[in-house]
């Protein structure tokens, strides 16, 4: 148990098919963030929320659409997604956004685009 | 801007060798330095930070990191490897100004020989 729970873990979607992807965090921290994890390439930041305000939307495109309805869960909204997207995405907490915090990470959800 | 480069993909050691994965950094202000490790179908784990403090940093699992301002390097150690050291390990850094995002490198996956 990591402290912050990701679901599903694995999910296979079709391009015309919406679905969203669940965080939750009982740490009490103040900011989550969505990574992707595609294989071959570096972590990419997608979203960073600070007190359930979204602060970075890293050119991520509109058919991710991110939610955070409080600080202890976020989610990520998918539809008309491309096969490209397949990939792991991480939800992670910090206690804020400050410079010295860690992360702590789900454990992610596979998610494959067909 | 900050950003982090990872030496060697892949790394290969007998079980009982040293581990030594490489990490350099490029900061134009003092950094914070992360090791994480992820196992097979995890997210990723904390392994140790450097948030300017002693310059050698003690982490879980007998790991250890240098700090070395005048390399820029946080190398991370392990004097003994165990088959459960398995895993992909990945440097990150954070800049100590304004910026709240986590800058991962691309990661090194540890091989561990019996």
Redesign the interface.
Known sequence: E?G?T?TPRHLVMGMTNKKSLKCEQHLGHN?MYWYKQSAK???E?MF?Y?LEER??NNSVPSRFSPECPNSSHLFLHLHTLQPEDSALY?C?SSQD????Y???????T?LTVV | AQSVTQLGSHVSVSEGALVLLRCNYSSSVPPYLFWYVQYPNQGLQLLLKYTSAATLVKGINGFEAEFKKSETSFHLTKPSAHMSDAAEYFCAVRGMDSSYKLIFGSGTRLLVRP
């Open positions: 990591t912050v990701q900011a390439k570096p972590l930041l960073v600070s602060v970075e991480l992670a956004t400050g410079q010295a860690g992360y702590t990470f789900g454990s992610g596979r």
